[in-house]
């Protein structure tokens, strides 16, 4: 900000007597009239002068206000989702069998992988029974028969009475009319559920949030350093002491963003044990009930959930277009095959639901070209199988390999099939 008067250049004489530089006194009879600034320092009273230090100190309180002002910070715009591209038309394998009965022990997975190259298409292979009331479940015993209506092909299912197709060169064939009644829990899978029923019923993604905030083991009842099956643990942090089961966890891996290694998506949570309240109060007793590994002090508790979700998933591949990674295998799993667990690195947020089938393709290695000064290249990305999302969290996701034509790693892709 310019100062008024940091000295004044012209004559220092002045028609009244005032002070001049430096103690001076200003002479009077000079015929210019001064005034003094903040300093004492004479100042001519010229018009024009005093009009330009106006401006000057006006456009400077400008500026410093200019600077002052918060700046809005400018939101960056987001992308809309880019659908993902229209699938091929279905390929019917050459060796499809045309009629087949379905057995106990098979899976949707299995007998979609009979008719078609692209198992996960299934849905599109359905043909609308009206009466069936959930063409999505299959039994054993079913009759599966694969016509061609408008020159599409289809998957009929009887069960019982008539049987009867439209595709050429196959007989009637006639089942026994009874009538049975179905539960859920007779539905054939759609993949294997017991490659994935640890991984239904307990927790084992949790935010830093969930960690810190769930209550903990103290100390054990006869002070254990390590207690198991039958001993008797005290815990603090319990808020309801209507909820009965608990699960013991300890942090495992974190799980990273690998395209932004500082943004966290989640942290394993290790099942270690089940323990059963006792006594509700500022410090619980609880006995364990079952032990998976040393249960230690400081270990975290959250509320068990046993209820197996609904296990019927629907095979289809995600809406949008969708790119991400496998970025661990619980167990510490180096080498990756089929029907074998992953951790994928995209969840809620990207639209992920159970059920979506991600294509994996192995990961080009890089290696460096000696014909051309030994510069770092990348090879392609090679297709290595499919896999089916089963259970979401916000960040991350579990899937199940259901297809592997060679080895996958952590960290190879996995986007639309």
């Known amino acids: 900000m310019m100062i008024l008067g940091s000295g004044s250049q012209d004559d220092p004489q002045t028609d009244t007597a005032g002070r001049g530089q430096a103690g001076e006194t200003v002479p009077a009879g000079t015929g210019k009239e001064f005034d003094t600034n903040l300093y004492g320092t004479p100042m001519e009273k010229n018009p024009l002068r005093i009009s330009r230090l106006l401006s000057s100190l006006a456009a400077a309180v400008i500026v410093v206000g200019c600077a002052s002002a918060p700046q809005q910070p400018v939101p960056e715009p987001q992308p809309e989702p880019v659908a993902a591209p229209a699938p091929a038309p279905l390929e019917i394998k050459p060796d499809a069998p045309q009629r087949y009965v379905v057995v106990k022990g098979d899976t949707l997975w299995d007998i979609s992988s009979r008719f078609l190259s692209d198992p996960w298409r299934w849905?599109?292979?359905?043909?609308?029974?009206?009466?069936?009331?959930?063409?999505?479940l299959i039994y054993p015993g079913d009759v599966l028969i694969l016509a061609y209506k408008d020159g599409r092909p289809i998957i009929q299912?009887?069960?019982g009475g008539v049987i009867s197709t439209t595709a050429p060169g196959i007989p009637e064939q006639r089942l026994s009319p009874k009538v049975r009644v179905e539960g859920l829990d007779r539905a054939i899978p759609t993949i294997p559920i017991t490659a994935i029923r640890p991984f239904l019923t307990r927790p084992r993604v949790v935010?830093?949030?969930?960690?810190?905030?769930?209550?903990?083991?103290?100390?054990?009842?006869?002070?254990?350093?390590?207690?198991?099956?039958?001993?008797?643990?005290?815990?603090?942090?319990?808020?309801?002491?209507?909820?009965?089961?608990?699960?013991?966890?300890?942090?495992?891996?974190?799980?990273?963003?690998?395209?932004?290694?500082?943004?966290?998506l989640g942290y394993e949570a290790i099942h270690v044990g089940d323990v059963r309240l006792k006594e509700f109060a500022?410090?619980?007793?609880?006995?364990?009930?079952?032990?998976?590994r040393e249960i230690l002090n400081g270990d975290r508790l959250l509320p068990a959930n046993d209820i197996l979700p609904d296990t019927s998933f629907i095979p289809r591949a995600p809406k949008d277009k969708v790119k991400g990674k496998i970025i661990a295998v619980p167990g510490g799993v180096s080498l990756i095959g089929q029907y074998q667990v992953v951790t994928i690195s995209?969840?809620?947020?990207?639209?992920?639901?159970?059920?979506?089938?991600?294509?994996?393709?192995?990961?080009?290695?890089?290696?460096?070209?000696?014909?051309?000064?030994?510069?770092?290249?990348?090879?392609?990305?090679?297709?290595?199988?499919?896999?089916?999302?089963?259970?979401?969290?916000?960040?991350?996701?579990?899937?199940?390999?259901?297809k592997a034509t060679r080895t996958m790693?952590?960290?190879?892709?996995v986007t639309n099939p």
């Open 123 to 136: 849905p599109e292979l359905w043909d609308s029974n009206p009466q069936i009331a959930n063409p999505h």
């Open 157 to 159: 299912i009887h069960r």
């Open 207 to 264: 935010t830093e949030k969930e960690l810190e905030a769930a209550p903990y083991i103290l100390s054990t009842a006869d002070k254990h350093l390590i207690a198991g099956p039958g001993h008797r643990v005290y815990v603090r942090g319990l808020s309801d002491a209507d909820v009965i089961d608990y699960v013991v966890v300890r942090p495992g891996d974190v799980y990273r963003n690998p395209e932004n290694p500082d943004e966290i």
């Open 282 to 292: 500022d410090v619980s007793t609880l006995q364990i009930e079952k032990a998976t």
């Open 346 to 402: 995209m969840g809620q947020r990207e639209g992920m639901e159970p059920g979506h089938v991600l294509a994996i393709y192995q990961a080009g290695e890089t290696i460096r070209d000696r014909q051309r000064d030994n510069e770092w290249v990348k090879m392609p990305d090679e297709h290595a199988g499919n896999l089916m999302v089963f259970r979401t969290f916000e960040r991350v996701s579990y899937g199940l390999v259901m």
């Open 409 to 413: 790693h952590v960290m190879d892709v």
